[in-house]
């Protein structure tokens, strides 16, 4: 059941990733520009933009996940506002001390914060700490948030009823039927709690070589592999959180029966947590060193996680719509874009995530391309449904606005354009991550300036969606009930 | 045709083919649609589908993996081994071993059509060691690791001079730091 301490949580997280995403889409433009040569920042400022970009970025939609995640477990179970209040607060005091870190102390390592850049400091000496301060505030928060959603999905189904292990069986009709959201969900927080744990150990590794003054060194290669494994794993769980809501709301939205769980659901989901958690791998295809079993790993099990999500989820949504008579609106618009910008990133990941391939893809701006793709044009999307659902909930009416074909076209084209220009950069062996590109290079400035020509349309649709949600959003909190 | 060309026609290609099955999906499902009907026997079309897809990627799978850098030119014995070690921000290579408190920096060359080692360490922080073609055209890359020697083999086709990037963000210098070596 929700309450109006749910509705008033969720809306100040709705404020707040927005205003965030809004800044951080600004840091993003800022950045493109510099790299067209079309302003002139210092290399630091530019690298600490880009630290707290990647970083605000991954933050956010992880936290939108979540938070979406917790609103709609309470029609199904017993929910905590005050974990979620808790968890709201203490991500604000995180991203503050990170931007802080970021901002003033000028910290650059890069979100990933690649051992053992972080110790060499070429910013102030308060950067490194606060700023790995910062992400263990957030881990541990997260961890404990993920952890109480967990447990209180326990309380009313079992762990196997969790995972759905009653619908493997294609004869028997299951006596206590999991719904889908309650599966997605349980497998993605699981898949969160397994990287955030990691997360933990990174960081109490790196607080042991800092506070320790030389007493104790890491490995690079296996702090390359947790960073990853936790890095990746985060930003492919934010997107699973997405289609849970995708899966809750969508059909009941568009005036379609709700979706069931059936045994190559269940089967799909308990598969997928499996392929997501080995294919971080991916990102250590350029350390010969790393055992070529482990490369061979991560080439197969990025393959091997497109099945399920192509079979099981893009292939629901196709049959939930195809020749169907279906109430469009803003939120299964979203929605339904958002699948399509999420398999056309995935192709792009694909691609990135044969070894042959990414032996001349890895680390340019194919990279960015794929990501931007699959977050910019499919999880941001998922979210951005959600908030208009629950906006309508806020306000009490059943009445889905229309999905303006002006701000659809704003969201294609500067969307679609701004990664274009990636990928056309990748292709043509721009590298990721430069402040500005040599001259044998610079193809990369006219693609950067048209990348942030596009990404400045992207944001003026977001500012429009910003302004639309802000009146429900805001209308909330001076609700009585 | 080279592999970044090919990738891009592939990738913009797939894209197109799923905007318009997606744009077909959704015209089907307008109020003004008439004699549509929703899609029969959905379990079949899955297993279709299943069987299709995973055939594909199984024959890319089989069809690239040999073509991975673990496996190229291993067993041939290199006709000239170039020792790099990475630093904030500049490459160091030599004909030799190079210690991290001797800073070396010799001319390069290395012979074309014949395998060359590279062998790459970092004596700071992780580094990329990508090799451009005169054209500005990724050539092959490994990356600089502390305390790892990363064994890069590659046989160049063509003469000319080379450029070395670093691809993996370093800090400030990063976009700085670039060496170069002559194939003859």
């Known amino acids: 059941m929700t309450t109006l301490s749910l509705k008033k949580t969720t809306s100040a997280w709705i404020i707040t990733i927005l205003v965030l995403f809004i800044i951080a889409i600004s840091f993003g433009i800022t950045m493109r520009f510099n790299q067209g040569r079309d302003i002139n920042l210092n290399p630091d400022t530019f690298y600490s933009i880009m630290t707290v970009h990647g970083v605000t970025m991954i933050g956010i939609w992880s936290c939108a996940g979540m938070m979406a995640v917790n609103y709609l477990l309470s029609r199904y179970v017993k929910t905590s506002v005050k974990l979620n209040v808790f968890a709201y607060a203490f991500t604000v005091v995180g991203v503050l001390m990170i931007w802080a870190s970021t901002l003033i102390g000028k910290f650059h390592a890069g979100w990933t914060f690649l051992y053992p850049l972080p110790f060499r400091v070429a910013w102030a000496k308060w950067g490194t700490p606060l700023f790995l301060w910062g992400l263990t505030l957030l881990a541990v928060v997260w961890l404990v948030w993920a952890i109480g959603m967990v447990a209180q999905i326990l309380r009313n189904y079992s762990l196997s009823e969790s995972l759905a292990f009653q619908h493997l069986s294609r004869t028997k009709t299951p006596a206590k039927e999991t719904p889908p959201f309650i599966l997605i969900s349980f497998v993605s927080l699981i898949g969160i709690i397994i990287c955030l744990v990691t997360a933990a150990i990174l960081m109490a590794l790196l607080f042991a070589e800092y506070y320790s003054n030389g007493g104790f060194v890491n490995d690079p290669l296996l702090v390359k592999n947790l960073t990853y494994f936790f890095g990746h794993t985060i930003a492919n769980e934010a997107l699973y959180l997405g289609l849970a809501t995708l899966y809750e709301i969508m059909p009941e939205v568009s005036g379609r029966p709700k979706f069931k769980t059936t045994w190559y659901v269940a089967l799909g989901w308990q598969l997928s947590l499996f392929f997501i958690l080995t294919a971080f791998f991916h990102h250590l295809y350029m350390d010969f060193v790393q055992p070529i079993s482990f490369q061979i790993i991560g080439q197969m099990a990025s393959y091997l996680a497109s099945i399920p999500s192509a079979v099981v989820t893009v292939l629901s949504v196709i049959f939930l719509v195809f020749g169907n008579k279906i109430k469009w609106n803003i939120v299964n618009g979203l929605f339904f874009l958002g699948v399509t910008g999420w398999i056309i990133g995935g192709i792009g990941a694909l691609i990135d995530a044969t070894i042959s391939n990414n032996i001349v893809l890895h680390n340019t701006l194919w990279v960015p391309a794929h990501f931007h793709t699959y977050n910019a044009m499919g999880n941001v999307l998922f979210s951005l449904a959600f908030f208009f659902w629950v906006g309508n909930e806020f306000v009490d009416s059943k009445d889905y606005s229309k999905f303006n074909k002006l701000l659809l076209a704003l969201l294609i084209i500067g969307g679609f354009g701004f990664v274009i220009m990636f990928y056309i950069g990748g292709a043509n062996s721009i590298p990721r991550r430069y402040s500005v590109y040599p001259k044998e290079l610079n193809l990369g400035d006219i693609l950067a300036t048209l990348g942030g020509a596009f990404a400045s349309v992207y944001l003026l649709a977001i500012l429009w969606i910003f302004i639309d949600l802000m009146k429900k959003c805001i209308k909330v909190f001076s609700s009585a009930r | ?184």
């Open chain 2, 1 to 184: 045709m080279k592999v970044q060309l090919f990738v891009l026609i592939l990738f913009f290609s797939s894209a197109s083919v799923i905007a318009l099955i997606a744009y077909y999906v959704f015209r089907s499902s307008q109020p003004t649609t008439t004699n549509k009907e929703s899609v029969k026997d959905p379990i079949k079309k899955r297993g279709i589908f299943l069987f299709i897809w995973f055939f594909i990627l199984a024959v890319i799978f089989s069809v690239t993996l040999p073509k991975s850098p673990y496996y190229i030119f291993t067993d041939e014995t290199p006709n000239q081994v170039v020792y790099v070690a990475a630093r904030q921000f500049f490459f160091m290579l030599a004909n030799e071993p190079i210690e991290p408190n001797v800073p070396k920096m010799e001319k390069i060359e290395v012979p074309v059509n014949k395998t060359v080692e590279f062998r790459v360490t970092s004596f700071d922080v992780n580094h990329g060691f990508a090799i451009y073609n005169e054209r500005s055209e990724l050539v092959t890359q490994t990356q600089a690791m502390p305390g790892y020697v990363n064994k890069l083999r590659w046989k160049f086709k063509e003469p000319g001079n080379y450029k070395i990037f670093c691809l993996e963000y370093c800090g400030a210098g990063h976009q700085l730091m670039q060496s170069s070596f002559v194939v003859k």
